[in-house]
């Protein structure tokens, strides 16, 4: 939803972890690729499989995308939406099947076997699985609607102050005759121009969650809201339809407010609040549609390029530079139409402090479209390339050892089978831990023959099994609620495939984010 931290590569072709030198170890041998493309787990003497890196702790939509790509992270999304590489020197069949059999290796493609670190060499940092990335937290808890948590951030009670104050000295012209509770009548259309906000970005969540589309938050804040869907609509029609609700909704209020005001007379506060929350609105919805990202319209266009050329990523390039050539425009344009006059007041009257004012607003707009339309690129980015996370890929070979086995030992088995894990089995072969690889380098070599594995290890929970068949964002998920250095890897039998490292999958995710889309 996409913050990984710095472990480098994922390990594939030639890339390596980083080498933590823990006394002289014997090599580890090259693994012989089978026919069915799955890695073997040795025997007594040669089993599969490796220790994995230790993970190091890090946190989309979604956001204006965010989280993806939120971000991994990422998801998304503003509406929030934010997130492979090669497997290892093979997997065995399942230790409790074979616990004293050859096993066979599967070797990736790029993955070059005299680059294989032996187990005792393998640098541990601490790092979790790469997440989306995500929109500020913090704010205010005002709900829950649908489900989904509605915050208010703090920057907005600084918009709202500065709403009260530019409204108050409006109706100070209009209705001189309040005073000083000007201001409370100001305050109150702040509060109200904003529940509009909120149920534009209800809209958006309605439709996120009709079309199946986890929600993790509506947060008010600076200039709007953001609804941070968490995965993308699978459709460009569902696109357009989930970045079309939203101006649609608020063209409904504005025709609401508007029929409201019709009995009302005009010069009252009840006329005034129903105007400004009827113009407001419309300005929203116009807003909202103009064509380039994060807006909606630019999430309609990209939909629209989306449906003519079949390329997510093509629409969201298209939309994301239209919204930057918006920015250039609103930076420009809009102290310019002040100044003309062209938006309901004299040149005269735009001098000295609002000029200033009207040119740090156009600043502010264009640089959060500028930067919404930055992170909308990144967001498609990581989503194009999180398919390429594949738990199958990622694997570690692993060899099954009982609890009283000594660690220089293990290691022995290990290395000789070309394995970087190590897996605790009860005497029936089901495996209870996974040996920690910190832990491993923590032991000094003349001490491994007296260290027994289940003293290095880590009881496997629920969470710590994983399916071979996950990838993207469903195995992100998976390794997030879970958070752990290694994971056990299963086949949908229950047999062991192999460990996955989080420490791999960071670095598979920041390779995929470097490649070009």
Request: proline share 8%.
């Amino acid at each position: 939803m996409d913050e990984s931290g710095g472990s480098g590569q994922p390990q594939s072709g030639t890339d390596e972890p980083a080498e933590h030198h823990a006394g002289p170890v014997a090599p580890a041998a090259p693994s012989a690729t089978p026919a069915d493309g799955r890695p073997a787990q040795a025997s007594e003497g040669e089993d599969g499989g490796g220790a994995t890196d230790n993970g190091r702790d890090t946190s989309h939509g979604a956001g204006q995308e965010a989280t993806p790509a939120d971000g991994p992270e990422g998801r998304s999304s503003a509406e929030g939406h934010a997130t492979a590489d090669r497997p290892p020197a093979g997997h065995d069949h399942p230790a409790h099947d074979h616990p004293a059999g050859d096993r066979s290796t599967e070797d990736h493609a790029s993955h070059d076997p005299g680059h294989e670190r032996t187990l005792a060499h393998s640098g541990s940092t601490r790092t979790r699985p790469p997440r989306r990335p995500e929109s500020p937290r913090g704010g205010l808890l005002m709900g829950r609607p649908f489900g989904v948590p509605v915050y208010v951030a703090p920057s907005w009670f600084l918009v709202a102050a500065l709403i009260t104050w530019v409204f108050g000295g409006q109706l100070d012209r209009v209705l001189p005759e309040l005073g000083a509770a000007r201001y409370l009548v100001s305050l109150f259309f702040a509060v109200a121009f904003y529940a509009s906000v909120l149920v534009h970005e209800l809209a958006h969540t309605v439709a996120a969650l009709r079309f199946k589309l986890p929600v993790r938050r509506i947060q008010l804040q600076f200039f709007g809201g953001v609804s941070e869907i968490e995965k993308e609509a699978e459709t460009p029609g569902r696109e357009f339809v989930l970045a079309f609700v939203g101006p649609l909704l608020s063209l409904v209020l504005a025709g609401l407010f508007y029929v409201a005001m019709q009995p009302v007379e005009p010069g009252t506060v009840p006329g005034v609040l129903l105007a400004g929350l009827m113009v407001s609105n419309l300005i929203v919805a116009i807003f909202n549609l103009l064509p380039g990202l994060p807006l909606d319209g630019g999430r309609m266009l990209r939909a629209v390029v989306w449906k003519i050329t079949g390329r997510p990523m093509a629409g969201t390039v298209a939309a994301a530079w239209v919204g930057r050539a918006l920015a250039v425009s609103v930076l420009i344009g809009l102290p310019l139409l002040t100044q003309s006059g062209a938006l309901g007041s004299t040149a005269e009257d735009s001098v000295g402090m609002d000029t200033v004012t009207d040119a740090l607003l156009a600043a502010i707009l264009a640089a959060i479209i500028w930067t919404g339309a930055g992170n909308s690129l990144r967001m498609a980015r990581l989503r194009e390339h999180l398919p390429e996370l594949r738990a199958r890929n990622l694997t570690r070979r692993a060899v099954p050892v009982e609890t009283d086995t000594p660690l220089s030992e293990a290691l022995r088995r290990a290395n000789a089978a070309g394995a970087r894990a190590l897996v605790v089995v009860d005497p029936d072969g089901n495996p209870l831990s996974l040996v920690r690889e910190a832990a491993i380098v923590g032991v000094p070599e003349h001490r491994r023959p007296w260290v027994a594995v289940s003293g290095l290890a880590q009881d496997l929970t629920d969470g710590m099994r994983v399916s071979a068949e996950l990838a993207g964002e469903d195995l992100l998920d998976v390794l997030r609620a879970t958070p752990a250095t290694e994971y056990l890897v299963v086949e949908e039998t229950g047999e062991i495939y192999g460990v996955l490292s989080a420490a791999d999958v960071e670095r598979a995710f920041v390779k995929a984010m470097a490649r070009p889309s």
